[in-house]
């Protein structure tokens, strides 16, 4: 499985921007998926994680409310709408894949993933 991961870009705080992970492979439809973020001295922290229907997503705290996490199965491509964001927003954001999971369950550690992107840099900006 490959993941390209785009949409990344410099913003003012308040802003919107739309991150977007193609992935590559057969099976897209049986992968659970998570975006993921790191900060600059920071250790990689979730994000947001969606089933692999769209049936059931998950967010951590900081973003409940700002930012939606969904997919499009047809296009194996995965969004994340930010939205009011903020400076503490600015990091390198990862889309990761757990690869053959009809579970249904959220998933909210990396180590429960399988594949990782490349990242993306959002700059938010006061």
């Known amino acids: 499985v490959q993941l390209q991961a785009s949409g990344g870009g410099l913003v003012q705080a308040g802003g919107s921007l739309r991150l977007s992970c193609a992935a590559s492979g057969r099976t897209f439809i049986a992968y659970a998926m998570g975006w993921f973020r790191q900060a600059p001295g920071k250790e990689r922290e979730f994000v947001a994680t969606i089933t692999w229907n769209g049936g059931r997503t998950h967010y951590a705290d900081s973003v409940k409310g700002r930012f939606t996490i969904s997919r499009d199965n047809a296009k194996k491509t995965m969004y994340l709408q930010m939205n009011s964001l903020k400076p503490e927003d600015t990091a390198v954001y990862y889309c990761?894949?757990?690869?053959?999971?009809?579970?249904?369950?959220?998933?909210?550690?990396?180590?429960?993933?399988?594949?990782w992107g490349q990242g993306t840099l959002v700059t938010v900006s006061s």
């Open positions: 990761a894949v757990r690869s053959g999971d009809w579970s249904g369950l959220v998933y909210t550690e990396s180590r429960e993933y399988d594949y």
